[in-house]
């Protein structure tokens, strides 16, 4: 029998959660910079998937003592032996609590480890900064990627558990010895190859170095575990699984994102290596452009008289063409992006559609900007202030705040020249039919302190509404059908070309046309593709920047391209970049995200295998061959990834299609085998439910049978529905859960706009697994219960809470349910996965409501919300909350005013019904916990910062404290409204609200920073 993989039996998931999301606000160099795709997991959580669905926990009776061994001498001697010495006080614990210093415990700590900093600054309830919450000998740090030394004992750790599985009697000094010849072998070809001047020229000398390189890295790799990711998206999976050494496979359908996964984790390792040329050849090369371009010292490049040694080839070429493409297209398009008067190059056009007003006699055309502010930041208020003359609007720029009546309400139009409303119907119908007009309200300019605006110059004016080239539109459709998503298709915009003006559609056209020009001289082999497959992705970067449905946020005074929330919406007012001024969302700009990819992920020679191919191929990979598979399915019908990436897709079909014929070769990209839940493609929601668990189950059957270890699935949504389908699916592929782990993976808040995510995500580790027979689902019951409501105890302590916390108990119900063929109830009926998670559910909430603190009425209320939430019931009812075992007299809930009775109806009162009428109420220690909580619920909405310090102060100024887990609670179970919303500000800001306790013993008056 072969010892538990560590990810079936720890898992460090504070420390992976701390830099997870810290990982979401990192950009230079991070795979995400490179091309947009959505829903990307974060670097660290993949990383530590990988490395533990890899490597055996070393407490397992079955663990190879090979891989005991490598621990001790990796983790427990020289400088292991300090760094990755497991807690003496778990930091973030409420009680004094030393981490057992055990082989398991140095594994977890190699993964992950809160740094010293941390540890004191959590123990006495202080933040820390996130880039320094890791230790900086943690693995999955972000600093880590590139970190020889600690991928080196990754790696090895990672070939000794894979060898001590195939060879249990091989020692560590063989494993030892022999990895240090396999691994050692490629710097050393590396060098040989990377020293030999002018290796762009394909002699046969170089490709038999190339050759002895590719045959190293092979050597090696064999010995290394294959991991799988078949829904490769963005490519996270397969780069991290690379960089721990891995033969990393990855699949996507999708084109684009195999375009990208191909861009992120295969060219940079392959290509982003150094070159020296001779100076007759550099010059041959790049001429002077490139002799300026090598004597900036930002890239390192050397010139020693005789030769040049350029550290990474890739990056300084698709740098040389894509500034060539840049300044033929600028000489032919410029002209359309004037300077100003001081010849400033503008960063930007700030333009706003126009609605005719229905008033025949007035007709104005009105600029339908959602306000009149450019910026209304809380130092800065710029506005553009309308004047009317008879039916036209001129404007000038004014500063401060204004009082000027809007006239866009929710796309409904109030005329300022004649006061005609004209409806939302009409204008759209207006849209449809004749389009909408575009007039350029302002230019923004980049000044010495920040944004500046001004309005256009008549030459500015004259310049830019100058009538271009007339171009084709790209023709392909827009999801017409997907209008939950793309509301923008029923205002008659249809085509992928109609999102564009038509100055951008000519400058794209000019950049596509000077992107072919280039192809002509580029050579046709594997690298000179690769450089054009990067011009690609930029040309890409430069489409979406220049759309006329971006957003200007004039809070922030950023703007905000399209598809970031998989979605296109109708804007009535639009940023445009200026793709030629050289800052922020310009050309070069975009190009400078790629050359930073580049330089920053060109330093580990293992490069991923991608496919561009449904997954679910049982011929895929031969039987068992791949060790593990390691990946993140869509989540049901949260993303429509085809739908969304045919904006790129129409674009790289023009730039790389010649390149990559077989995968352009459809006219969109394809989108009945994609798996996913979108109604739209399957006619109906059951048939789109249906296809999803199929393709799932079909794609999880391959698998099962190609896979000998573990396969490990992220998910991140939180509706039952869609676990059920990805629980039956793992099911009906033979495969049982064998650990659940929750981990946060988003920015809190960041996911509001989608309430089908959650801010963690959970990771299960599956395995084949034998069903024992039947069972009786009473019995079942019991048993889930119990590992439910200790899963609940762990989780609640190591702050998951609400919806997130519910849904990361399905895994540990579904493991005990997987063990047998069927469960059925006392009456015989088989029960269904769907209904186990309901039951999951309901445990997990009964479990954290056994948590809930105080008297019966607080248990009453949170017992009542969990089972009727705030609608009203019949009498009756108010019976059920016997359920939930307390023990109190409905007249006093009523005299309490916790349940307010309408005629005879019933609801759970909110806070301002329970202690609205009363300001004593709530806020002495020995009033009810619900009472208190309702109070500085009240206290938080009126902005009484005072008194709610002093009620944090008086009653829960420990982050332990029980009116906190009432709160928490609350906070997993209200409907939207006022409620939660103080809820969730309150739990914002509980950290804040608790030192700022500690720190001031008597509050000052202000207002509190409440985070939104
Ligand atoms: C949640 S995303 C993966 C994101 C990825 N982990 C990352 O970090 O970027 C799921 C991916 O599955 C892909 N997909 C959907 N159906 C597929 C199928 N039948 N075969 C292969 N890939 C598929 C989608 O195109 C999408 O890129």
């Given at each position: 029998m072969k010892a538990k993989k560590l990810i079936e039996v720890a898992l460090p998931i504070k420390e992976i959660s701390a830099e997870s999301v810290r990982d979401k606000s990192i950009r230079h160099g991070h795979i995400s910079t490179l091309h947009l795709w959505w829903a990307r997991r974060p670097l660290p959580v993949c990383r530590a998937i990988v490395f533990a669905s890899l490597v055996p926990d070393p407490l397992d009776e079955n663990c190879p003592d090979a891989f005991k061994y490598a621990v001790e001498m990796l983790l427990n001697t020289g400088l292991g032996k300090l760094h990755y010495k497991p807690y003496k006080d778990i930091p973030y614990t409420s009680i004094v609590d030393e981490m057992e210093d055990n082989h398991r415990n140095r594994l977890m700590m190699f993964i992950g480890k809160f740094s010293e900093t941390c540890q004191a600054n959590m123990i006495a309830g202080k933040s820390t900064p996130p880039k320094d919450q890791l230790d900086d000998w943690s693995l999955i740090k972000w600093e880590n990627k590139n970190n020889p030394q600690i991928l080196r004992i990754a790696r090895e750790l990672i070939f000794v558990a894979y060898q001590g599985d195939k060879r249990p009697d091989a020692t560590w000094e063989e494993l030892d010895a022999e990895f240090a010849k396999l691994y050692e072998a490629i710097p050393k070809a590396e060098k040989i190859l990377y020293e030999l001047?002018?290796?762009?020229?394909?002699?046969e000398k170089v490709k038999q170095l190339e050759a002895e390189l590719q045959a190293a890295i092979d050597a090696f790799q064999n010995e290394m575990p294959s991991v799988f990711d078949p829904f490769a998206g963005g490519g996270a999976i397969p780069l991290e699984a690379a960089r721990l050494g891995c033969r990393s496979y990855g699949n996507d359908i999708n084109p684009v994102a195999h375009i990208i996964e191909r861009g992120s984790a295969e060219f940079p390792q392959k290509y982003g290596k150094p070159i020296i040329y001779s100076k007759e050849e550099f010059e041959k090369l790049y001429g002077k452009v490139g002799e300026e371009m090598a004597k900036e010292t930002d890239r390192g490049i050397t010139f020693d008289g005789k030769t040049y040694r350029i550290p990474n080839r890739l990056a300084f070429d698709v740098e040389f063409y894509a500034k060539k493409i840049l300044a033929e297209t600028e000489k032919e398009v410029g002209y359309l992006y004037p300077v100003d008067e001081k010849g400033n190059k503008p960063i930007a056009y700030y333009w706003a559609r126009t609605a005719k007003c229905s008033n025949p006699a007035c007709g104005a055309e009105v600029p339908?900007?959602?306000?009149?502010?450019l910026a209304n930041t809380p130092k800065k208020k710029i506005y553009l202030n309308p004047e009317i003359e008879s039916n036209k609007i001129s404007f000038s720029l004014s500063k401060g705040k204004y009082y000027i009546k809007e006239w866009n309400h929710r796309g409904n139009m109030t005329c300022p020249c004649c006061g005609n409303v004209t409806s939302i119907d009409i204008i759209k119908r207006q849209s449809r039919e004749e389009g909408l007009k575009m007039r350029l309200m302002a230019i923004i300019n980049d000044g010495d302190n920040g944004k500046e605006y001004a309005l256009p110059t008549k030459e500015q004016q004259r310049l830019i509404y100058s009538e271009v080239p007339q171009q084709e539109r790209p023709k392909e459709l827009l999801p017409l059908k997907y209008i939950q998503a793309f509301p923008v298709c029923s205002w008659g915009f249809e085509h992928w070309g109609d999102i564009f003006s038509d100055r951008q559609i000519y400058m794209l056209h000019t950049w596509l046309s000077k992107y072919y020009e280039l192809t002509e001289s580029i050579s046709n082999n594997d690298y000179g593709r690769t450089v054009l497959t990067y011009l690609g992705i930029w040309i890409d970067r430069i489409a979406i920047a220049n759309t006329s449905f971006g957003v200007y946020h004039t809070g922030r005074e950023k703007l905000e391209r399209i598809l970031g929330r998989q979605s296109i919406s109708m804007t009535f007012d639009f940023p445009e970049s200026n793709p030629f001024c050289g800052k922020s969302g310009s050309a070069e700009n975009q190009l400078d995200w790629i050359i930073r990819y580049l330089e920053s992920e060109n330093k580990n020679e293992f490069s991923a295998i991608f496919a561009n191919a449904s997954s679910g191929d049982k011929l895929q990979f031969d039987r068992k061959t791949l060790t593990a598979v390691v990946t993140d399915p869509p989540?049901?019908?949260?993303?429509?990834y085809a739908d969304c990436s045919d904006f790129f897709y129409v674009w790289m079909k023009r730039t790389l299609g010649n390149l990559y014929p077989m995968n352009f070769a459809?006219?969109?990209?394809?989108?009945?085998?994609?798996?996913?839940?979108?109604?739209h493609h399957q006619d109906n929601e059951e048939k789109a439910r249906k296809h999803f668990e199929k393709k799932l189950t079909e794609i999880f059957d391959a698998i099962e049978a190609q896979t000998s270890e573990v396969v490990s699935i992220m998910y991140a949504h939180q509706s039952t529905q869609a676990w059920t389908t990805l629980c039956n699916s793992i099911l009906d592929a033979r495969m049982n859960i064998t650990g659940s782990w929750p981990m946060d993976t988003e920015m809190q808040g960041a996911l509001k706009t989608d309430m089908a995510f959650l801010e963690s995500s959970v990771t299960v580790a599956c395995r084949p697994s034998e069903r024992k027979g039947y069972a009786d689902f009473d019995e079942v019951k019991h048993d889930i219960r119990q590992l439910v409501k200790a899963e609940v105890e762990k989780l609640y302590g190591l702050g998951f809470r609400g919806a997130d916390l519910l849904t990361a108990c399905f895994g540990q119900a579904v493991s005990v349910f997987g063990h047998y063929k069927l469960v059925e109830t006392a009456e015989g009926d088989p029960v269904s996965v769907g209904q186990l998670l309901e039951f999951a559910r309901e445990s997990a909430a009964q479990a954290l409501l056994e948590g809930v603190p105080g008297e019966p009425q607080t248990k009453f209320y949170c017992g009542w919300l969990q089972m009727n939430g705030m609608s009203e019931c019949d009498f009756d009812d108010v019976n059920k909350y016997t359920r939930v075992g307390v023990n109190v007299e409905i007249r006093s809930l009523q005299s309490d005013k916790l349940l307010i009775t309408e005629g005879s109806k019933q609801h759970l009162a909110t806070a301002e019904e329970h202690v609205g009428s009363n300001q004593s109420w709530g806020t002495q220690p020995t009033d009810y916990m619900i009472s208190q909580v309702h109070r500085m619920m009240l206290a938080y909405r009126g902005g009484n910062q005072v008194l709610l310090l002093k009620l944090v102060r008086e009653l829960?100024?420990?982050?332990?404290?029980p009116q906190w887990r009432v709160l928490d609670f609350l906070g997993g179970h209200l409907p939207e409204g006022k409620d939660l919303t103080d809820i969730k500000g309150i739990l914002a800001s509980a950290e804040m609200l608790r030192q700022k306790c500690k720190e001031t013993a008597i509050p000052k008056v202000g207002t509190l920073d409440f985070e939104e």
């Open positions: 001047k002018d290796r762009h020229i394909e002699t339908m900007m959602k306000s009149f502010y989540y049901y019908d949260a993303i429509g459809t006219p969109q990209t394809p989108k009945s085998e994609e798996c996913t839940a979108i109604k829960c100024p420990q982050s332990d404290a």
